[in-house]
């Protein structure tokens, strides 16, 4: 991802375009470094913190998780949906649109929270449920991520 950035969206400030420069960028390789990720990082974590253990509660209660989770995850769902990428929040749009409209209140909420409440909406009083449907996010959007890897 660190490459195919710059080479497709890069701005040359000097010298050749990024396009002529030769930076790699391999879309089957993203693809599968993107589903690589979901599987070997991804999973674990999800798993990881879905145990009752003290940690993976405190970090599963902090205001930051469903940030990185929620907008984590869709990020990779979103590559490898539409092959392209896209900001933390340019994604929060895109899973508000790609996801059942059960998700949204998390969407919204990690909108919120990423954003200081330019966009998005609150919907948790309880940190408790915020991580329980962050959770449930992971598993259904991980799955549906690597259904889509599957199919290509």
């Known amino acids: 991802m660190t490459f195919c950035e710059p080479a497709w969206h890069g701005i040359a400030v000097r010298g050749p375009q990024p396009a ?7 879309q089957d390789a993203l693809r599968a470094f993107t589903a690589d990720n ?3 990082y991804w999973r674990p974590r999800w798993q990881q913190k879905r145990q009752p253990r003290p940690l993976s509660l405190a970090i599963g209660l902090s205001g930051w998780f469903p940030v990185w989770a929620v907008l984590g995850v869709s990020r990779l769902h979103c590559t490898l949906a539409t092959g392209g990428m896209t900001s933390k929040c340019g994604v929060g749009r895109y899973a508000h649109e790609a996801f059942d409209p059960r998700l949204h209140p998390i969407v919204e909420e990690s909108l919120y929270l990423r954003t200081s409440g330019a966009e998005g909406r609150r919907h948790y009083r309880n940190a408790l449920t915020r991580r329980r449907d962050t959770l449930a996010f992971l598993d259904v959007t991980i799955d549906s991520a690597l259904a889509l890897r599957a199919e290509s």
């Not at 002529?20 to 391999?26: D, M, N, S, T």
């Open 20 to 26: 002529e420069a030769g930076v790699w960028a391999e």
């Open 38 to 40: 979901l599987s070997s």
